[in-house]
């Protein structure tokens, strides 16, 4: 079901920004982007969503190419406790309403 | 309540044997779900619950698995007869009835079967 492509895993040292690519080519033009990530035995935890303009949160940046096509999660100073497999949904529905997670990126973040 | 509720986080019980595992959504959500993951495994849909529409139960693995949501509100995952293979962290997630709103997750119920 899910319709969006994300590399398996992903590196990052502590304080660097993190840069997660999405690429959701399919996505129609009413369909946000949203993006999760789960911390090790523990459930999803929303982070930031978007349809077209770029969006800023407490927890990270989403930038959404123009073309609606791909977008990259950014989080401006990696710490530790930010490693985790981190999703992106898009759309987070399907037609009947179920909830859509594909393979996510597993981040590490190392000192 | 500020978040999704699940319980008991941890429940042991042994090969055979029934278990209930409870899910409080968040007050007024009508949508609720119930995910399974297995360990180092992704997310395993099971069943959505909208409104008072029928339920999509198209995820349960089995006739020994069923969910009921009483009153709109909270829900109750049933397995019967468990087996080792179902051991794994049971997720519930909520949300409105806006589908351009994201889904918010409780903590998770870890079953494990012996």
């Known amino acids: 079901d899910a319709k969006t492509t994300q590399p398996p895993s992903m590196d990052c040292a502590e304080g660097r920004a993190a840069n997660l690519p999405c690429n959701h080519s399919?996505?129609?033009?009413?369909?946000?982007v949203y993006w999760y990530r789960q911390i090790h035995s523990q459930g999803p935890q929303y982070i930031i969503h978007?349809?077209?303009n770029n969006e800023t949160n407490e927890m990270a940046s989403l930038i959404i190419t123009e073309d609606r096509k791909s977008s990259t999660l950014i989080l401006p100073h990696a710490t530790l406790r930010d490693t985790a497999v981190y999703y992106c949904?898009?759309?987070?529905?399907?037609?009947?309403?179920?909830?859509?997670f594909g393979q996510g990126t597993e981040l590490s973040v190392k000192p | 309540g500020a978040g999704v509720s699940q319980s008991p986080s941890n429940k042991v019980t042994e090969k055979g044997k029934d278990v209930e595992l409870r899910c409080d959504p968040i007050?007024?959500?009508?949508?609720l779900y119930w995910y399974r993951q297995s360990l180092g495994q992704g997310l395993e849909f099971l069943i959505y619950?909208?409104?008072?529409?029928?339920?999509?139960k198209s995820g349960l693995p089995s006739d020994r698995f069923s969910a009921e949501r009483t009153g709109g509100s909270v829900s109750t995952l049933t397995i019967q007869r468990t087996q080792q293979e179902d051991s794994a962290v049971y997720l519930c997630?909520?949300?409105?009835?806006?589908?351009?709103?994201?889904?918010?997750f409780g903590q998770g119920t870890r079953l494990t079967v012996v």
């Open positions: 997630a909520s949300r409105s009835r806006n589908t351009n709103t994201e889904a918010f």
């Open positions: 399919t996505i129609s033009g009413n369909e946000y």
């Open positions: 978007g349809l077209k």
């Open positions: 949904i898009a759309p987070i529905y399907n037609q009947g309403g179920k909830l859509i």
């Open positions: 007050s007024g959500h009508t949508a």
């Open positions: 619950f909208q409104g008072n529409s029928a339920p999509d």
